[in-house]
């Protein structure tokens, strides 16, 4: 069974401080997807990472993808009210027809 | 933008009946798939369907479930006998590639076996 662990599962912080998720696994993924899922509805993605140390960037968010292409960060600068959310990571072996292995997700909680 | 649109958004049937939930796919993507979430767990996979036929399962995914493309539009899941651990919300997919290609996700049908 694949594993992506994702950490911290809670954060709560004030508005403009920085922050950074993270998803580990200790298997190898073709690319690994950033979403972001509001109560009640479908995830939507964020970004997809495919290449080992990629960096993408996304406004305040930048996405980093593993060297060796099992773990990858997001981190949030200057996070602001409309941030708070909940994050998942989402990781595709491209072994699988397209099946996605899904981290536990973070729940961000940024405070005016 | 084009998405990925389900119904019904939320569903209650009594427990033993048949469910289907529709999705209609980006147009121009080959690669469908559904997803559920138990609420509080894991987006699980359950089926990955091209060209017709089902790619891949998951052990979820046993013979209550099936899943078919009836048209050129709409791909379907349907729950032959519901079971209260069926409740969940269900997410439709879609991919215009099968691997290192970005994954779709619709609003998803929250369904809730009574």
């Known amino acids: 069974t694949q594993l992506l662990e994702q950490s911290p599962q809670f954060l709560s912080i004030q508005e403009g401080e920085n922050l950074t998720v993270y998803c580990n696994s200790s298997s190898v993924f073709s690319s690994l997807q950033w979403y972001r899922q509001e109560p009640g509805e479908g995830p939507v993605l964020l970004v997809t990472?495919?290449?080992?140390?990629e960096v993408k960037k996304l406004k305040r968010l930048t996405f980093q993808f593993g060297d060796a292409r099992k773990d990858s960060s997001l981190h949030i600068t200057a996070a602001q009210p409309g941030d708070t959310g909940l994050y998942l990571c989402?990781?595709?072996?491209?072994?699988?027809?397209?099946?996605?292995?899904f981290g536990q997700g973070t729940i961000l909680t940024v405070h005016p | 933008e084009p998405e990925v649109t389900q119904t019904p958004s939320h569903q209650v049937t009594q427990m033993g009946q048949e469910v289907i939930l529709r999705c209609v796919p980006i147009s121009n993507h080959l690669y469908f798939y559904w997803y559920r979430q138990i609420l509080g767990q894991k987006v699980e996979f359950l089926v990955s369907f091209y060209n017709n036929e089902i790619s891949e399962k998951s052990e979820i995914f046993d013979d209550q479930f099936s899943v078919e493309r009836p048209d050129g539009s709409n791909f379907t899941l349907k729950i032959r006998s519901t079971k209260l651990e069926d409740s969940a919300m269900y997410f439709c997919?879609?991919?215009?590639?099968?691997?290192?290609?970005?994954?779709?996700f619709g609003e998803g049908s929250w369904l809730t076996v009574v």
């Open positions: 989402a990781g595709d072996r491209g072994t699988s027809y397209g099946k996605l292995t």
């Open positions: 990472v495919v290449t080992g140390g």
């Open positions: 997919a879609s991919s215009l590639l099968v691997s290192g290609n970005t994954i779709y």
